[in-house]
């Protein structure tokens, strides 16, 4: 049996403080992201997840270590969802905290399944740290991303996503970003495994260490998109109340504020080419309105400006979409150009067997239709958006799907968080930077009630605004140029590197295996 495999002996202690520090890993690792948005505290959490891994007795350890640190990161990093359930669902506190607990429990399988199959797997120690483990954290971060609707909120590229591995995103995404981040920890750990004695080894895992850091660097000066045109905007921040606690007759009350934001004169006097409002300003479906349906096409008339607005469509009786709309001033014409397509868990259909559930916090509109991208593209003075609503923004694989019909120059975002605390928007809005650098274009972020924002192509803030009812006026640079590697490809070229890792893994213990089994015969 190949030494390096076996455990060296334990300084850490009893199985106990092993999981208890694997915790307080997950713990550490949640600070990455807002409210703390430290990005070495996610690092850290992380490489000491897999020095303890390294130091487990069994396969049962390393699975219930991955579990406990999960458990741990996710419900500290999504604390924000007990003020949701608590503040405007009425659950009581205690049972609300229960649920944020076992709501990381569940996310929480995921790294006890990379861990589980680590050791399962049973490749020498130092390529477990350095590949298995590695390999099946990002294959596991996509999972949670696409199974049962997707969940990709806290997947650790997000920490980075203005540090330096934030470079790779236009390359191959978030997952990427992740992956580089978790390949370099373990390579970390690796060369920590290793004796002196084995030097050549040694330099090997230290060289992939830095090809990892200098690739980081190098993608950084790389320009993957060029400015084209540009758009006068005003974002439109109304702070109205959530559309939960209306009643059917306060669209002709919320309106008159959109209206009178949007006709205030712009700072020095610029003509604008688009005014954009959150999701949510209406109440209900625009179909069964009269004269506030029209509002925006009013204010698309008085300012000779496109309106782009949510709002939701019924064209038959009962059937929703989330839909965003554009009044234009040409024509006074008012069109649904786009409805929203991934649809949230819970909150916009209700997964089976969860009726209850629903039911009990009170959301409106659950039972919504999945709508489809547009025919042509939508284009506003020249340059084509590429639309998402809320929720969307978690998901840059169907984002590339706006590619394949236009040439977007702007990426717009409509949202509504008032059922989340402060921490679940800055999370959000981690995300639509990540966004940026994926696509290597701009977000324009609409928001309801805080932090609507104009994000650069490098993930950089040019312009964010804090809470409250504002406007946010902005010269918006467009940008074009050829889709960055990760629009054309997407997560298939990293899934695929990443089994290939999973496979030599499997490969390494079997070849431990044969050596061993050649020895006892000798």
Not at 5 to 26: F, M, N, T
Not at 389 to 418: A, H, K
């Amino acid at each position: 049996m190949d030494k390096e495999k076996q455990p060296r002996r334990d300084p850490l202690g009893q199985r106990s403080v092993r999981l208890a520090l694997a915790a307080c890993a997950g713990f550490i690792a949640a600070a990455g992201f807002a409210p703390v948005s430290l990005a070495g505290a996610a690092a850290v959490g992380f490489l000491a997840l897999v020095y303890l891994l390294s130091r487990s007795g069994s396969v049962l350890e390393s699975a219930l270590m991955g579990w406990f640190w999960g458990i741990a990161y996710f419900s500290a990093g999504l604390s924000w969802t007990y003020h949701s359930m608590h503040v405007y669902g009425g659950v009581p506190a205690v049972l609300a905290a229960a649920a944020v607990v076992l709501l990381g429990a569940a996310l929480a399988l995921f790294p006890m399944g990379a861990a589980f199959l680590t050791r399962l797997i049973g490749a020498p120690a130092s390529v477990s740290s350095a590949f298995v483990f590695p390999a099946l954290w990002v294959i596991g971060e996509w999972l949670r991303g696409v199974a049962l609707g997707g969940f990709g909120w806290l997947s650790l590229g997000y920490a980075f996503t203005e540090a330096v591995f934030g470079a790779w995103a236009p390359v191959g995404g978030v997952y990427l970003v992740s992956a580089v981040l978790v390949f370099a920890a373990g390579a970390m750990i690796a060369f920590m495994e290793i004796s002196k004695e084995r030097s050549l080894l040694r330099a090997a895992f230290a060289l992939w260490l830095g090809a990892l850091m200098i690739g980081s660097v190098a993608l950084g000066d790389v320009n993957w998109s060029k400015p084209e045109g540009k758009l006068e905007v005003r974002v439109v921040q109304p702070d109205l109340p959530l559309v939960v606690f209306a009643r059917p007759g306060d669209d002709a009350r919320r309106l008159p504020r959109l209206a009178a934001m949007s006709e205030r004169a712009a700072m020095g006097g610029k003509g604008l080419d688009l005014i954009v409002w959150p999701e949510s300003v209406y109440v209900q479906p625009l179909e069964r309105l009269a004269a506030e349906a029209l509002e925006p096409v009013r204010v698309a008339e008085k300012t000779g400006t496109s309106v782009v607005f949510n709002a939701f469509a019924e064209p038959s009786r009962g059937k929703f979409y989330n839909a965003i709309w554009i009044a234009q001033p040409e024509g006074l014409r008012l069109a649904n150009v786009y409805a929203k397509r991934h649809l949230v868990p819970f909150g916009e259909f209700v997964p089976a067997g969860f009726r209850w559930f629903v039911d009990r916090l009170g959301i409106p509109m659950v039972d919504q239709q999945r709508g489809a991208l547009p025919k042509s593209p939508v284009r506003v003075a020249g340059v084509d958006l590429a639309l998402t609503v809320c929720y969307e923004n978690m998901f840059g694989e169907e984002l590339r799907d706006w590619w394949t019909f236009s040439s977007p120059g702007l990426i717009l975002n409509q949202s509504n968080l008032g059922w989340f605390s402060d921490p679940a928007a800055v999370q959000f809005t981690q995300m639509s930077r990540m966004r940026a650098r994926e696509t290597a274009r701009p977000v324009l972020q609409a928001m309801m009630g805080g932090y609507s924002a104009l994000i650069r192509p490098d993930g950089e803030f040019d312009r964010v605004v804090g809470k409250g009812a504002q406007n946010l006026d902005l010269t918006v640079q467009a940008y074009g140029g050829q889709p960055t590697p990760f629009v054309r490809m997407g997560n298939a070229p990293l899934l695929a590197l990443m089994l290939l890792f999973v496979l030599l893994g499997i490969g390494a213990r079997f070849r431990v295996s044969r050596k061993g089994a050649r020895g006892a015969r000798n």
